[in-house]
Protein backbone atom coordinates (compact mmCIF):
# COMPACT_ATOMS: atom_id res chain seq x y z
CA UNK A 1 0.00 0.00 0.00
CA UNK A 2 1.29 3.39 -0.69
CA UNK A 3 1.49 6.34 1.17
CA UNK A 4 -1.13 7.87 -0.58
CA UNK A 5 -3.53 4.99 -0.04
CA UNK A 6 -2.87 5.09 3.79
CA UNK A 7 -3.63 8.54 3.60
CA UNK A 8 -6.78 7.87 1.79
CA UNK A 9 -7.48 5.31 4.48
CA UNK A 10 -7.30 6.79 7.42
CA UNK A 11 -9.43 10.03 6.03
CA UNK A 12 -12.27 7.71 4.98
CA UNK A 13 -11.87 6.40 8.39
CA UNK A 14 -12.37 10.48 10.32
CA UNK A 15 -14.78 12.42 11.04
CA UNK A 16 -12.69 15.22 12.87
CA UNK A 17 -9.22 15.44 11.00
CA UNK A 18 -7.95 18.75 11.86
CA UNK A 19 -5.57 20.36 9.18
CA UNK A 20 -2.15 22.12 10.44
CA UNK A 21 -0.12 24.03 8.00
CA UNK A 22 2.50 26.61 7.59
CA UNK A 23 4.16 28.14 4.47
CA UNK A 24 4.41 25.32 2.53
CA UNK A 25 0.36 25.19 1.77
CA UNK A 26 1.28 28.92 0.26
CA UNK A 27 4.51 28.40 -2.20
CA UNK A 28 2.29 25.67 -4.14
CA UNK A 29 -0.07 28.97 -5.06
CA UNK A 30 3.33 30.84 -5.74
CA UNK A 31 3.33 32.75 -2.31
CA UNK A 32 7.19 32.60 -1.43
CA UNK A 33 8.35 31.60 1.89
CA UNK A 34 8.63 34.97 3.86
CA UNK A 35 11.67 33.36 6.13
CA UNK A 36 13.52 32.43 3.66
CA UNK A 37 13.79 36.30 2.49
CA UNK A 38 17.64 37.76 2.88
CA UNK A 39 18.30 41.70 4.52
CA UNK A 40 16.87 44.50 2.72
CA UNK A 41 18.37 47.55 2.17
CA UNK A 42 16.13 50.71 2.75
CA UNK A 43 17.00 53.62 0.86
CA UNK A 44 14.94 56.45 3.25
CA UNK A 45 16.33 55.29 6.21
CA UNK A 46 19.82 54.30 4.68
CA UNK A 47 20.15 51.00 7.22
CA UNK A 48 20.05 47.40 6.23
CA UNK A 49 17.11 45.84 7.87
CA UNK A 50 16.12 41.89 7.96
CA UNK A 51 12.81 40.78 7.08
CA UNK A 52 11.83 40.01 10.76
CA UNK A 53 12.34 43.67 11.79
CA UNK A 54 10.51 45.36 8.99
CA UNK A 55 7.46 42.96 9.56
CA UNK A 56 7.73 44.17 13.63
CA UNK A 57 5.25 46.14 15.58
CA UNK A 58 8.33 48.20 17.08
CA UNK A 59 8.62 49.28 13.04
CA UNK A 60 5.72 50.04 12.63
CA UNK A 61 5.25 52.42 14.82
CA UNK A 62 8.46 54.01 13.97
CA UNK A 63 8.21 53.81 10.18
CA UNK A 64 5.21 53.76 8.98
CA UNK A 65 5.87 54.27 5.42
CA UNK A 66 8.62 52.00 5.39
CA UNK A 67 6.63 49.49 6.59
CA UNK A 68 3.67 50.04 4.29
CA UNK A 69 6.02 50.02 1.68
CA UNK A 70 7.47 46.91 2.26
CA UNK A 71 4.15 45.23 3.38
CA UNK A 72 2.74 45.66 0.15
CA UNK A 73 5.69 43.94 -1.51
CA UNK A 74 6.05 41.33 0.51
CA UNK A 75 2.83 40.53 2.47
CA UNK A 76 0.20 40.57 -0.13
CA UNK A 77 -0.54 38.08 -3.01
CA UNK A 78 -3.96 39.16 -4.14
CA UNK A 79 -2.79 37.46 -7.81
CA UNK A 80 -2.89 33.78 -6.15
CA UNK A 81 -5.12 31.33 -6.00
CA UNK A 82 -6.03 28.62 -4.03
CA UNK A 83 -3.82 25.09 -4.52
CA UNK A 84 -5.13 21.23 -5.37
CA UNK A 85 -4.83 21.20 -1.41
CA UNK A 86 -6.44 23.75 -0.55
CA UNK A 87 -9.36 22.76 -2.43
CA UNK A 88 -9.16 19.46 -1.46
CA UNK A 89 -9.18 20.86 2.30
CA UNK A 90 -12.83 22.25 1.82
CA UNK A 91 -13.58 19.17 0.11
CA UNK A 92 -12.93 16.95 3.32
CA UNK A 93 -14.38 19.58 5.32
CA UNK A 94 -17.88 19.77 2.86
CA UNK A 95 -17.76 15.45 3.30
CA UNK A 96 -17.93 15.59 6.43
CA UNK A 97 -14.28 14.46 7.70
CA UNK A 98 -12.56 17.31 8.39
CA UNK A 99 -13.58 19.81 11.10
CA UNK A 100 -11.16 22.59 11.32
CA UNK A 101 -7.81 24.14 9.40
CA UNK A 102 -5.53 25.98 11.23
CA UNK A 103 -2.99 27.92 9.91
CA UNK A 104 -0.26 30.47 10.32
CA UNK A 105 -0.60 31.84 6.92
CA UNK A 106 -2.03 35.27 6.33
CA UNK A 107 -3.13 34.70 2.60
CA UNK A 108 -6.48 33.94 3.32
CA UNK A 109 -6.71 31.22 0.51
CA UNK A 110 -8.14 28.37 2.56
CA UNK A 111 -11.47 30.69 2.84
CA UNK A 112 -11.26 31.47 -1.01
CA UNK A 113 -11.20 27.62 -1.62
CA UNK A 114 -14.26 26.89 0.15
CA UNK A 115 -13.29 26.15 3.85
CA UNK A 116 -15.51 27.63 6.45
CA UNK A 117 -13.64 26.38 9.84
CA UNK A 118 -10.16 27.89 9.65
CA UNK A 119 -8.49 29.40 12.26
CA UNK A 120 -5.92 32.18 11.32
CA UNK A 121 -2.98 31.79 14.14
CA UNK A 122 -1.14 34.99 12.41
CA UNK A 123 -4.18 37.05 11.06
CA UNK A 124 -4.93 37.67 7.72
CA UNK A 125 -3.83 40.20 5.14
CA UNK A 126 -7.57 40.72 3.81
CA UNK A 127 -8.58 42.45 7.13
CA UNK A 128 -7.70 45.38 8.29
CA UNK A 129 -8.60 47.94 11.28
CA UNK A 130 -7.78 51.39 13.02
CA UNK A 131 -5.42 51.15 15.56
CA UNK A 132 -7.12 54.17 17.77
CA UNK A 133 -10.95 53.75 16.96
CA UNK A 134 -11.24 49.79 15.61
CA UNK A 135 -12.81 50.36 12.54
CA UNK A 136 -12.78 47.84 10.07
CA UNK A 137 -10.96 47.89 6.40
CA UNK A 138 -10.44 45.64 3.95
CA UNK A 139 -7.47 45.06 1.85
CA UNK A 140 -8.22 46.78 -0.99
CA UNK A 141 -7.83 50.21 1.02
CA UNK A 142 -4.58 49.60 3.02
CA UNK A 143 -3.71 48.59 -0.74
CA UNK A 144 -4.95 51.82 -2.26
CA UNK A 145 -4.33 54.67 0.60
CA UNK A 146 -0.38 55.50 0.10
CA UNK A 147 1.93 55.37 1.60
CA UNK A 148 0.20 55.35 4.71
CA UNK A 149 -3.60 54.20 5.18
CA UNK A 150 -5.81 56.71 7.76
CA UNK A 151 -8.93 55.85 9.18
CA UNK A 152 -12.08 57.51 7.59
CA UNK A 153 -13.79 57.71 10.89
CA UNK A 154 -11.07 59.56 13.03
CA UNK A 155 -7.84 59.44 11.22
CA UNK A 156 -6.13 56.53 13.19
CA UNK A 157 -3.97 54.63 10.91
CA UNK A 158 -5.15 51.65 9.41
CA UNK A 159 -3.12 48.38 10.25
CA UNK A 160 -3.28 45.05 8.19
CA UNK A 161 -4.76 42.56 10.89
CA UNK A 162 -1.46 40.49 10.52
CA UNK A 163 0.44 39.35 14.20
CA UNK A 164 4.04 41.20 13.42
CA UNK A 165 6.82 40.25 15.55
CA UNK A 166 6.93 41.42 18.95
CA UNK A 167 3.21 41.02 18.82
CA UNK A 168 0.96 38.52 21.19
CA UNK A 169 -1.50 36.04 19.30
CA UNK A 170 -4.99 36.13 19.13
CA UNK A 171 -6.27 34.41 22.59
CA UNK A 172 -9.63 32.86 20.84
CA UNK A 173 -7.50 31.86 18.36
CA UNK A 174 -5.12 30.18 20.48
CA UNK A 175 -8.14 28.64 22.11
CA UNK A 176 -10.18 27.49 19.75
CA UNK A 177 -7.40 25.65 17.75
CA UNK A 178 -6.59 23.74 21.27
CA UNK A 179 -9.65 22.92 21.05
CA UNK A 180 -9.85 21.23 17.39
CA UNK A 181 -6.66 19.78 17.85
CA UNK A 182 -7.90 17.98 21.54
CA UNK A 183 -10.81 16.60 20.11
CA UNK A 184 -9.65 15.35 16.67
CA UNK A 185 -9.28 11.66 15.83
CA UNK A 186 -6.32 12.90 12.96
CA UNK A 187 -3.97 15.74 12.68
CA UNK A 188 -2.49 16.29 9.35
CA UNK A 189 0.23 18.70 9.60
CA UNK A 190 1.89 20.11 6.54
CA UNK A 191 4.51 22.74 5.17
CA UNK A 192 5.57 23.92 8.57
CA UNK A 193 9.19 23.33 9.98
CA UNK A 194 7.23 23.46 13.30
CA UNK A 195 9.86 25.64 14.61
CA UNK A 196 8.09 28.94 14.97
CA UNK A 197 6.38 29.05 18.61
CA UNK A 198 4.02 29.40 20.52
CA UNK A 199 1.80 28.03 17.01
CA UNK A 200 4.30 25.11 16.65
CA UNK A 201 3.46 24.04 20.07
CA UNK A 202 -0.15 23.59 19.03
CA UNK A 203 0.35 19.97 17.92
CA UNK A 204 1.13 19.01 21.99
CA UNK A 205 -2.45 18.67 22.51
CA UNK A 206 -3.32 16.39 19.83
CA UNK A 207 -4.37 13.11 22.12
CA UNK A 208 -5.96 11.59 18.13
CA UNK A 209 -4.93 8.03 16.88
CA UNK A 210 -3.63 9.25 13.65
CA UNK A 211 -0.79 12.14 13.54
CA UNK A 212 0.49 12.17 9.51
CA UNK A 213 3.45 14.80 8.56
CA UNK A 214 3.64 15.71 4.96
CA UNK A 215 6.62 17.89 4.44
CA UNK A 216 9.66 18.49 1.93
CA UNK A 217 12.04 18.55 4.95
CA UNK A 218 12.20 16.64 8.73
CA UNK A 219 10.95 17.99 12.03
CA UNK A 220 10.90 16.99 15.50
CA UNK A 221 7.44 15.66 15.10
CA UNK A 222 8.41 12.85 12.44
CA UNK A 223 9.35 10.05 15.16
CA UNK A 224 5.80 10.70 16.74
CA UNK A 225 4.32 10.32 13.13
CA UNK A 226 2.06 7.35 12.03
CA UNK A 227 2.89 8.78 8.41
CA UNK A 228 5.46 10.75 7.08
CA UNK A 229 5.09 11.87 3.24
CA UNK A 230 7.76 14.04 1.61
CA UNK A 231 5.82 15.24 -1.41
CA UNK A 232 4.26 18.33 -2.29
CA UNK A 233 0.91 19.05 -0.09
CA UNK A 234 -1.67 19.81 -2.68
CA UNK A 235 -0.75 16.59 -4.64
CA UNK A 236 -0.93 14.30 -1.51
CA UNK A 237 -4.17 15.56 -0.68
CA UNK A 238 -5.30 15.54 -4.02
CA UNK A 239 -4.80 12.44 -4.80
CA UNK A 240 -5.83 11.43 -0.99
CA UNK A 241 -9.13 12.83 -1.21
CA UNK A 242 -10.33 11.20 -4.84
CA UNK A 243 -9.12 7.83 -3.31
CA UNK A 244 -11.64 8.02 -0.99
CA UNK A 245 -14.89 7.59 -3.22
Known amino acids: MTDIEKLSRILSNSVSAVFFGGAGMSTESGIPDFRSANGIYNQKLNQTFLPEEMASHKFFV ?31 ERRGILSAVITQNIDGLHQVAGS ?40 GIVKPDVVLYGEQLDNKTISNSIRAISDADTLIVGGTSL ?26 ADVDAELVIRENIGETLSKAVALID
Open 62 to 92: QHPEEFFAFYRERFVYLDAKPNAGHIALAEL
Open 116 to 155: RVVYELHGSIRRSYCVKCGAKYDIDYVMENVPVPHCEKCG
Open 195 to 220: IVYPAAGLIDYFRGRHLILINKTATH
